[in-house]
């Protein structure tokens, strides 16, 4: 599942706050197949926030069948196809999160950690956006208590690696997983084939 020096690759991103402990901030999580947890199962995890008290990402892989007119029909013009809303994760998922691909400052768009992706204000007003801006909008997101992701990763049940700004805005989901998995070096790769059911390979 991986070597030690593949799990060790969290501590390349710097500190969080002043303790000393590596932040994962602006990386993506990717399940690995021995992940038992049905609510991340083959999942592709965002992290916009880890530090000392814990972490905060969005599941990018899993659209809904509600559209996002039917939630925030201001924004909806520039929602990506397609235009549904995302399950972010278990916590909260009456909760609303929307990402935006671009790099501007401005209101109504606050960058992340990820060049290129940055976190929209839901009160601002969209004739402010930026042409060409699309929206990536999730309900409910991912979280960890303090040393949970950390203890998770030693375990295995996560593999870490760089995002690129195209990934929560991809037009084929589903297909995410694999396609982050195909893109790595070396063994990781490999985890791209792992078929869905084992025990019908």
Known sequence: LGSMSDRAEWG??????????????????????????????????????????????????????????????????????????????PVQPSAVICLARADEGASPLTPTAVPGISLLDLDGDPDALPTGVELRCFAGYSGWSE???????????????????????????????????ARQPGPLARYALYPSDPSVN
């Open 147 to 181: 040393g949970q992701l950390e203890d998770e990763i030693d375990e295995g049940a996560w593999f870490v690696v760089d995002p690129m700004p195209d990934d929560p805005f991809v037009s084929r989901p589903s297909r995410l997983w694999q396609e982050v998995l």
């Open 12 to 89: 390349e991103a710097g500190d969080a706050g002043g303790s000393g402990t590596p932040t994962l901030r602006g990386r993506l999580l990717v399940a690995s197949p021995l992940l038992g947890d049905p609510n991340f199962d083959r999942t592709v995890v965002l992290l916009l926030e880890h530090g000392d008290e814990g972490a905060l990402g969005l599941v990018v892989n899993r659209p809904s069948e509600l559209p996002v007119a039917e939630v925030l029909p201001r924004w909806s013009e520039r929602a990506a196809a397609p235009a549904a809303m995302f399950l972010g994760g």
